[in-house]
């Protein structure tokens, strides 16, 4: 069993950023793949960006790609999401999740096995 607790999450003004942390219990094959996900109110989960941690392979969704970097603390067993340029669309509720690889997928939420609490975010 993976348990997984986010951090980082604020209030913050367009245009600027935050950085967000997912510390894993332990680094399990059931963990291989780690994915930030997203839920606004009266919205859908999405996934964000998700990371592949034995090749460091990265994946981000169309709407964050070039402002959002996925990373992976192999020593911390924690993954991050840098947020830069953020803009109020971006608000939702962040979630990382876990599941034994992202090479397929990879933004589907029902095929993720663990989930963190969630952190919020903010962006006015």
């Known amino acids: 069993h993976v348990q997984l607790v986010e951090s980082g999450g604020g209030s913050v003004q367009a245009g600027g950023s935050l950085r967000l942390s997912c510390a894993t219990s332990?680094?399990?094959?059931?963990?291989?793949?780690m994915g930030w996900f997203r839920q606004a109110p009266g919205k859908e989960r999405e996934g964000v960006a998700a990371i592949h941690t034995t090749v460091g392979s990265t994946y981000y969704a169309d709407s964050v790609r070039g402002r959002f970097t996925i990373s992976h603390d192999k020593v911390k067993n924690t993954v991050y999401l840098q947020m830069n340029s953020l803009k109020p669309v971006d608000t939702a509720m962040y979630y990382c999740?876990?599941?034994?690889?992202?090479?397929?997928?990879?933004?589907?939420?029902?095929?993720?096995?663990?989930w963190g609490q969630g952190t919020q975010v903010t962006v006015s």
């Open positions: 999740a876990a599941k034994s690889t992202c090479y397929y997928s990879t933004y589907d939420p029902s095929t993720y096995s663990y």
């Open positions: 332990s680094y399990t094959v059931s963990s291989v793949c």
